[in-house]
């Protein structure tokens, strides 16, 4: 039986008393899974409220007071979540930090915060924070998730005895509890949530518990969720897109999971067969092209028989859209091509998916339109950490392909100069924590936050995204080009794992592209090409052939001078360790440029020349 969310108010409306406020009416049903010894281990909302006290009474004894900045350096998984909710409740602030940044970046967080105690994951990450804290002087405190050691250093404890000195705190004085969490209040600082970096330094906005409050009741309103749903969290809890996913969940008493790792996901998927999935483009891409090199790898009668259903799916896609109805001969076809094609792709997700929600980055529409075709139809949201993650979004009922949808309730829009998206409302942050110069370029007098968008508002308030403010390239002959766009249609083939284009300031545009190894390896044993590492591979003529007739096939879809003139196919992938992403899978543009310098230098000085484009139009992925 579905239970609805509380129709009356929390009080007062925070986080905190949002779960305790659920945790009361929903009880000894499960809350979250997460696996452990090879099994899924339920968590009731009773046992996750006893673990909340002993956190919050923990930190606490450990001398954490109202306001003080406590950071969690870990992936995602079940603890982040429990000391998160902790850290609210006792009104300190939360500051995430991605466990994969490099060194430097944590660094910066955490002595820009002022991180008084740090949750870590593991050994590894506990010996890299216990590495700042000798250059940096803090955290003062450590709490290690999981250690093999038997012995920790001072200053460090584990979870588990955080947590026994909290139970002994409460028993001691167990009205304090109550106390700590009824003073928090809406206007609160909750988490200083600092940004990917794509452009310079992190910097840290400052998000209210008020904020947190009304984006997560939005998420759920939007998405029409109900307590019967649940999705597999697995992109990093230290990104405020997976974190709502989480806050949104406990509105609306829906069952999360954890998923065991990124590798893991689609086991996780077959296994829980999520409802609702949320994630973000890449790893959309990802799947479409794991399943795109199975096709091509298989038998030709496979190959047309998908081809054949993906014809008959676009047809009725298409009347879908336009709310007609499918001939009799069409929706005899469709469902035989639902057996055969689309019923298994959407196995992949665990085969009950009504929708996915993607937001982070612009989905491609070759993407869109290949999910709706077999039945999971990609509802894009747009946010930055600046909003608290969705600003505006698709739903379920009324949706634009290409668009991220209209506003959600209490935010406004418009356009600035260069089209700039402006938004304005109640979900939006307080501003960056300690950097008056960079909130008040952020946010002007009236207080509309500049968000460095480039966009497009149709009549109907749907919302289109076109391309990075500081992102456009200006080429020497004054033309303006939106480089993401062409970055999507340059990794729609299978082969294309990453792609940059570049040509700012210069005379045409080039592209540096990286290779899926996956991908690469069942490529080129089909075409001969002798087995080695993949930079001897990726080197190889005909797999360099395939990519340049792929990119002439992308060039002829684009205007003359948005076309690629030159590219060079990198012997790895970016990687976070490199810089050259961020860990939301953001190109991080300066730095790529600045490790390739040579090689794209090489591009202008010798145009390569592509093949023509093939006769037809190319098939969409």
Same mark, same amino acid.
């Given at each position: ?7 009356e108010p929390? /009080?007062?409306?925070t986080v905190?008393?949002m779960?305790?406020h659920q &945790?009361?009416r ?10 452990k010894d ?8 009773r046992?996750?409220?006893e673990?909340?006290r #002993?956190?919050t009474m923990?930190?606490v004894a450990?001398g @954490?007071?109202?306001?003080?900045r406590v950071g969690?350096?870990?992936?995602t998984r =079940?603890?982040w979540?429990?000391a998160d ?5 006792l009104g300190?602030v939360?500051?995430g930090i991605y ?5 430097r970046e944590q660094e /910066?967080?955490i ?6 105690? !740090? ?6 990450l506990l010996?890299r924070?216990l590495? @700042?804290?000798?250059?940096?002087g803090?955290?003062?405190q ?9 012995d920790?250093p001072?200053g460090?404890a584990t979870?588990a005895?955080?947590k026994?000195?909290g139970h002994?705190l409460?028993? %001691?004085?167990? =009205?304090?509890?109550?106390?700590l969490?009824r003073a928090v209040?809406p206007?609160?600082?909750a988490? !200083?949530a ?9 910097k ?5 518990h008020?904020n947190?409050?009304f984006?997560?009741i ?5 998405q029409d969720?109900?307590s019967e ?5 697995y ?15 406990? /509105? =609306?008493?829906?069952?999360g999971?954890?998923?065991e790792?990124i590798?893991?996901l ?10 609702v ?5 890449r790893?959309f891409?990802k !799947?479409h092209a794991?399943i795109?090199?199975?096709? $091509?790898?298989g038998?030709?009668f496979?190959?047309r028989?998908?081809?054949w259903a993906?014809e008959i799916? #676009?047809r009725? &896609?298409?009347?879908?859209r336009?709310?007609?109805p ?6 005899i076809a469709? %469902?035989l091509?639902?057996?055969l094609v689309f019923?298994?792709?959407r $196995?992949?997700f665990?085969?009950r998916v009504?929708?996915?929600v ?6 491609? #529409? $070759?993407?869109l339109d ?6 999971l ?9 600046e909003?608290v ?5 698709n739903?379920p ?7 991220v949808?209209r506003?959600i309730?209490?935010?406004? =829009?418009k356009?600035?100069?260069e089209?700039e ?6 979900g939006l942050?307080?501003g960056?924590?300690r950097?008056?110069?960079a909130t008040?370029?952020a ?6 936050f500049?968000?460095?968008d480039?966009?497009a508002?149709d009549?109907?308030g749907f ?5 990075r403010?500081?992102?456009i390239?200006?080429t020497?002959g004054?033309?303006?080009i939106a ?10 083939h ?5 792609a940059m284009v570049s040509?700012?300031g210069?005379?045409?545009l080039t592209a540096?592209v990286?290779?899926?190894s996956?991908?690469?390896?069942a490529l ?7 087995a080695?590492?993949q930079g001897? !591979?990726?080197?190889?003529p005909r @797999?360099?052939g395939l990519v340049?007739?792929?990119? &002439?096939?992308?060039n002829?879809?684009?205007a003359?001078y948005e076309r690629?003139?030159?590219f060079?196919?990198?012997?790895r ?6 810089g050259e992403i961020?860990?939301t ?5 300066r730095e790529?440029?600045?490790?390739h310098?040579?090689?794209?230098d090489?591009?202008?000085r010798?145009?390569?020349?592509l093949p023509?484009p093939?006769?037809?139009r190319?098939?969409?992925t």
């Open positions: 039986m579905t239970v609805p969310p509380s129709p929390y /009080h007062p409306p905190p008393s779960f305790l &945790a009361g929903f009880g000894n049903r499960v809350l979250k899974l997460s696996k090879g099994r899924w281990m339920p968590t009731t909302w046992e996750s409220r673990t909340l #002993r956190v923990g930190l450990f @954490i007071e109202k306001g003080d969690i350096a870990s992936q =079940a603890e979540s429990d909710l902790a850290i609210l409740t300190a939360t500051v466990p994969t940044a490099s060194a /910066h967080v002595g820009h915060s002022g991180c008084r105690l !740090i949750f870590a994951e593991n050994d590894l010996d924070i590495a @700042i804290r000798k250059t940096a803090l955290p003062e450590v709490i290690v998730f999981e250690t093999t050691r038997p920790l001072a460090v979870f005895d955080l026994r000195e002994a409460d028993l %001691s004085d167990p =009205a304090r509890f109550d106390s969490w209040q206007a609160d600082l988490t !200083i600092y940004t990917s970096g794509t452009t310079g330094p992190p840290g906005a400052m998000i209210t008020a947190l409050y984006t997560a939005n998420a759920v309103k939007t969720l109900s749903d649940f999705g597999i969290a992109l990093p809890l230290t990104h405020m897109l997976q974190r709502m996913t989480v806050y949104a969940a406990i /509105h =609306a008493g829906i069952r999971v954890y998923a790792s590798d893991k689609i086991d996780n998927f077959r296994e829980l067969k999520p409802t999935q949320v994630g973000v483009p790893i891409e !799947i794991r795109r090199e199975r096709i $091509e790898a038998p030709p496979r190959r028989i998908f081809g993906m799916g #676009r009725a &896609a298409a009347l879908r336009a709310g007609e499918l001939p009799r001969s069409l929706a469709h %469902s091509a639902d057996l019923a298994k792709i $196995e992949i665990g085969g009504r929708r996915l993607s937001g982070g980055a612009p989905m491609p #529409r $070759e993407l290949f999910f709706f075709t077999a039945g139809p990609i509802l894009e949201g747009y946010g930055l950490t909003t993650a969705p600003v505006s979004v739903r009922d009324c949706y634009k392909f290409g668009t949808g506003l309730d209490g935010v406004e =829009a356009l600035g100069e089209s998206l402006l938004l304005r409302g109640r942050f307080q960056y924590y950097d008056p110069e008040a370029q946010i002007d007098p009236d207080g509309w500049h968000t460095g480039i966009a508002i009549a109907e919302i289109t995204i076109t391309d403010k500081k992102e390239i200006v020497s004054g033309k303006n480089p993401q766009f062409i970055e999507n249609l340059l990794r729609a299978p082969l294309i794992s990453q040509g700012d210069r005379p045409y540096l990286t290779l899926d996956a991908a690469l390896a080129a044993g089909r075409e001969g090409v002798p080695g590492p001897t !591979i990726a080197c190889h @797999i360099r340049a007739e792929h990119i &002439a096939a992308v002829s879809r684009l003359p690629i003139r030159g060079a196919i990198l012997e992938d970016f990687t976070e360790a490199a961020t860990p899978l953001k190109l991080r543009r790529i440029a600045r490790l310098r040579d090689l794209l090489g591009l202008y010798q145009e390569q020349p023509p093939p006769s037809r190319p098939r969409a």
